[in-house]
């Protein structure tokens, strides 16, 4: 019989996007530096857990506090309890602004609005995601080079 970790789920039925946890794995690391499937794999599978670890403190500071809907400031008291304290100001930064993009929509943000994206224009905004967050990690907020292909969208 399959552990059950997650309520109603299979340890199989839960992972993240491969291919993007991929490559944020690619792009985090300097471009000599190869990384060996089992290690990216392990890597994708310390992200699941991570998040597991962080949702079900979430669940018990929320649960603490007789609530039924596990909101932010719950995750950042688990993030304290589990002793992630270092990541704590970055994660309230980056949930402040999350929020600051999300009030275009009352459903939800820009992605709500009935506009749709061209692939090009998904594409491009990932891309920038990635930098931002890389740029986080990194301690820094440096613009990474855009490719010849970005540029020649941009004309």
Request: charged share 30%; glycine share 6%; proline share 5%.
């Amino acid at each position: 019989m399959e552990p059950m970790d997650i309520v109603g789920k299979s340890k199989e039925d839960v992972s993240l996007p491969k291919a993007t946890m991929f490559k944020i794995i690619k792009e985090m690391l300097p471009p000599d530096v190869r990384v060996a499937r089992d290690a990216q794999d392990l890597l994708v599978e310390c992200c699941v857990e991570f998040i597991n670890l962080i949702s079900s403190e979430s669940n018990e500071v929320c649960s603490q506090e007789e609530k039924r809907t596990i909101a932010p400031e719950h995750v950042l008291k688990a993030l304290e309890v589990l002793g992630f304290h270092d990541y704590i100001e970055e994660v309230y930064a980056a949930y402040e602004q999350h929020k600051l993009e999300t009030l275009d929509s009352p459903k939800g943000g820009k992605w709500g609005s009935g506009a749709e994206m061209t692939e090009e224009e998904a594409l491009a905004e990932q891309q920038r995601m990635f930098a931002e967050a890389r740029a986080r990690m990194n301690g820094g907020m440096t613009i990474p080079k855009q490719s010849e292909s970005d540029r020649g969208l941009e004309s």
